[in-house]
């Protein structure tokens, strides 16, 4: 096989605040031939996500930092061009954690086989992927069940919206936040929420309108102020699902904790934090309900794609300005 030049995205700086594509840079590497008992794969899709910000920061967390000057990593879809080992043919499609680039060369037990009769492949990055996965364990965490009153934050994400659906599939009364006009549709005519509100109005009023008496469960994806409104909306003996905090990603200096935090001794609440990489032997249940609820329709994803390495650090940024619907990806071209 002729020569082959990858580019890939390195961290060249660590983010003061919000990243700037200046703490980025786009290189080139040419691949070594094959090694014995490796594969190489040409990305179709890579995923980017909020957490990565935490792993541009140089500090300890439940991941390592990125290294300066090397290639990131994340999520990402691709087929196999050439197989030197048993457990890969070319033309398969596979999953791994070797995103920001085009080609790499990796161990088989660095990927994962997937079918390319679920299309598109991207979904394995959403839905059916480790978004999916994260909604579906955060549910299971607190044991959500029928009749339960749910309030989603960051519901039109990529986690929140296949969260949300999950929980009405679930027998649940469903309500939302988001960003904007548009995201409050999607959340209330694609995705089915009983109600959906902009975050811009205060969200402890909203919740008093949307859920007069109270919520049994909060899907944080926030935090912050928005933790806050949920701690005084949970009702006695709540579960707070601790998903993520977008709001404080780029606070270089943390700040205080909600004001209202005895709520958890006075109403006796539970809150639970979730790492998806904890749920990974879940993978076949996960896949057998989701998967199931997706063949038959009843789940519905929505994508955010740009196109090309170089949108891919723009992509990123876009997350914290709100800028996707649903997952949002990188289509390798």
């Known amino acids: 096989m002729a020569d082959i030049i990858s580019r890939e995205i390195h961290l060249v700086s660590r983010p003061d605040g919000m990243p700037n ?20 794969v040409r990305n179709l899709y890579m995923s980017v996500d909020p957490y990565m910000r935490g792993r541009m920061s140089d ?23 050439e197989s030197r080992a048993k457990e890969f043919k070319q033309g398969d499609i596979v999953t791994s954690n070797f995103g920001w680039r085009e080609y790499f060369i990796a161990a088989p037990q660095d990927l994962r086989l997937v079918s390319n009769e679920i299309q598109p492949l991207s979904l394995y990055l959403g839905a059916l992927g480790m978004t999916g996965l994260t909604a579906w364990a955060g549910l299971n965490l607190v044991n959500v069940k029928a009749d339960d009153v749910i309030y989603i934050s960051g519901a039109a994400g990529a986690v929140g919206s296949v969260a949300g659906q999950i929980a009405k599939l679930r027998g649940c009364h469903v309500i939302g936040s988001a960003g904007s006009t548009e995201k409050v549709k999607f959340l209330q005519e694609d995705c089915g929420f009983d109600a959906a509100f902009n975050y811009i ?41 601790a998903c993520g905090g977008i709001s404080g990603y780029n606070e270089e200096n943390p700040q205080p904790g909600p004001s209202n ?6 109403k006796r609440l539970t809150m639970k934090g979730l790492i998806v990489s904890d749920w990974l032997d879940h993978q076949t249940e996960f896949e057998r309900e989701v998967g199931g609820y997706f063949q038959a329709g009843q789940l519905k994803s929505k994508e955010t794609v740009v196109v090309g390495i170089d949108q891919a650090v723009g992509a990123f940024i876009g997350l914290f300005e709100g800028k996707n619907i649903g997952k949002m990806l990188v289509k390798l071209d």
């Open 21 to 40: 594509k200046a703490n980025f840079a786009i290189a080139q590497t040419k691949l070594e031939p094959l090694p014995v008992q490796k594969v190489l």
């Open 59 to 81: 500090r300890k967390s439940y991941v390592p930092p990125f290294e300066l000057g090397k290639p990131m990593n994340g999520g990402a879809v691709g087929e196999v061009l």
């Open 201 to 241: 109005n205060p969200i402890a009023e909203q919740l008093k309108i949307y859920a007069p008496d109270g919520i049994d469960v909060y899907f944080d994806n926030v935090g912050g102020a928005t933790l806050e409104a949920a701690l005084s909306a949970l009702r006695l003996h709540g579960r707070i699902i």
């Open 261 to 266: 935090l005895f709520n958890m001794i006075t």
